[in-house]
């Protein structure tokens, strides 16, 4: 499982949909998640990754992610936002640009760092989004760059975390590569095995869950308003229930 930390990016759910397309299982918690949450709902330790996604704030105004997230001792994959805190948390440096860079960017792989077996199968130069106001103008003591672009810290690593940060969003389709970065990292890195999620089996689930909370409900009413999440809801309510 990874656990998929939203801080109100747009793209989080992009995230989860790229995992489980992967068919790795994910799920999206809140901005407030603590370790302790995790550790409490994954108590068989099936919790075998963490994403930091991004967001519209600053680090450092109030929104930044529970520092025992860093704690864990799990892999961790830092995204925008997600990358900045990382950075500024570990003794790096952000500043808030002159101009906010929001569009297409290339980055090129820094010649003799790998970061482990992140990059595997990704080409020395590719193209990725970037949507960020703020920039990481210095990287943590123990940290290794490992992307730029045009000379821009685009990407670094912290080998004895295992913390691998991004400035681009590799979830959003204008990214290229950004298939190979999220199965890298859920498979080479965190473990994970591929199969685990599928909507077949997500499905069940959903169905299961609702038979079991319905199974003394002995009227029901469902209000469609003709858009698409009222119109799935009665479906899967028709599966469940006597029309």
């Not at 299982?25 to 963490?50: E, W």
């Not at 970037?130 to 103008?137: A, K, R, T």
């Not at 009227?219 to 479906?235: F, I």
């Amino acid at each position: 499982m990874i656990a998929i930390v939203d801080f109100g990016s747009q793209y989080t759910q992009l995230i989860a949909k790229r995992f489980r397309r992967l068919g790795f299982k994910a799920q999206v918690f809140p901005s407030k998640t603590t370790a302790k949450d995790l550790t409490t709902q994954f108590p068989d330790r099936s919790l075998q990754g963490i994403v930091l996604s991004g967001s519209p704030s600053s680090v450092g105004k109030g929104g930044d992610p529970d520092i025992s997230l860093l704690e864990m001792d799990l892999p961790i994959l830092a995204i925008c936002f997600g990358y900045q805190f990382i950075a500024r948390q570990m003794g790096g440096k952000v500043e808030a640009s002159t101009h906010r860079e929001y569009g297409q960017a290339w980055v090129d792989r820094v010649i003799g760092v790998e970061a482990g077996e992140f990059l595997v199968d990704i080409p020395e130069r590719f193209r990725v989004w970037m949507s960020h106001g703020d920039s990481v103008v210095a990287v943590p003591q123990d940290a290794e760059v490992f992307l730029r672009s045009e000379g821009k810290i685009a990407a670094f690593w912290m080998p004895k975390r295992q913390i691998w940060a991004l400035q681009f969003h590799p979830e959003v389709y204008h990214s290229q590569y950004g298939e190979e970065i999220f199965k890298n990292f859920a498979e080479k890195i965190c473990g994970v095995r591929s199969g685990q999620w599928s909507v077949a089996q997500a499905l069940e689930l959903v169905l299961e869950k609702l038979r079991h909370d319905l199974r003394d409900v002995p009227e029901l009413y469902c209000a469609v308003s003709g858009g698409t999440d009222s119109t799935v809801l009665a479906v899967l309510l028709s599966q469940v229930t006597r029309v």
